[in-house]
């Protein structure tokens, strides 16, 4: 039991940092196969292993690695870079909830403790987190230290998965297109809290498979996320 783990106010310690990455060591493997399934991808899709990498190194957002490696061309236009922000952006709105969500923990700590500790925060780690803080956990540095171990397990599958894809002719025919639609599935489950907080899922998910039919590109990312939105936005208002 690390220093401050009865306390409700933050504190940030050495133990902390390393209870982290203890913390996260589940999510190692998970987190190993999803990165390698990026490094697959890119491949198959142009980049470069040194691009690639780069990506993981300095985007580490998962699904919208996805996004930016679909949408990546060659030559990059003014129409594809927009394209390419707007898309992206979206996708990680997602960390504006997830940060938001850890105010009431981190808000009191200076910001060069904590901005670090969010700009590797994944929704593993956040997991990781708010379980921690449930359970009467008070240092903030499991955050950053979780956040640091995973990071670098992404870097290393993304490197992995890329030289792996060299091997796989067809991705596919191991399922490796799968892996990112189970992780998400996966990391629902933590968060379900009855059938009625999962409206917004069902209205995001319906309005993106209709969008994928009927408009071009990335239009059914936006299309899903704004439905989403507004639908649990209308049940707030109901609430």
Do not use: C, H
Request: no cysteine; aromatic share 12%; hydrophobic share 60%.
């Amino acid at each position: 039991m690390i220093e401050g783990r009865s306390s409700s106010q933050p504190t940030w310690s050495a133990a902390g940092y390393a209870e982290g990455a203890w913390l996260a060591v589940p999510a190692m493997p998970v987190m190993a196969i999803f990165s390698a399934a990026f490094g697959v991808f890119a491949g198959q899709k142009g980049l470069s292993l040194i691009e690639a990498a780069l990506m993981s190194t300095f985007m580490f957002a998962g699904a919208s690695q996805f996004v930016a490696a679909e949408i990546w061309g060659r030559p990059m236009t003014a129409a594809a870079i927009a394209t390419l922000v707007v898309v992206t952006a979206t996708v990680n709105l997602r960390f504006f909830l997830i940060g938001a969500s850890l105010r009431p923990w981190l808000g009191a700590l200076p910001a060069w403790r904590v901005y670090p500790a969010l700009a590797l925060l994944t929704e593993p780690g956040w997991l990781m987190s708010i379980r921690y803080r449930a359970q009467g956990g008070s240092d903030a540095a499991i955050v950053l230290g979780g956040g640091f171990v995973l990071w670098l397990v992404w870097i290393a599958g993304t490197v992995s998965g890329y030289m792996l894809g060299t091997l796989v002719a067809n991705p596919q025919r191991f399922g490796l297109d799968l892996i990112m639609p189970v992780f998400f599935v996966v990391m629902l489950v933590p968060l379900w809290r009855g059938a009625r907080a999962a409206v917004p899922w069902v209205a995001a998910g319906m309005a993106a498979l209709i969008a994928a039919r009927f408009l071009p590109g990335s239009w059914y990312i936006i299309a899903g996320a704004f439905a989403g939105a507004i639908a649990g936005a209308l049940q707030d208002e109901q609430a």
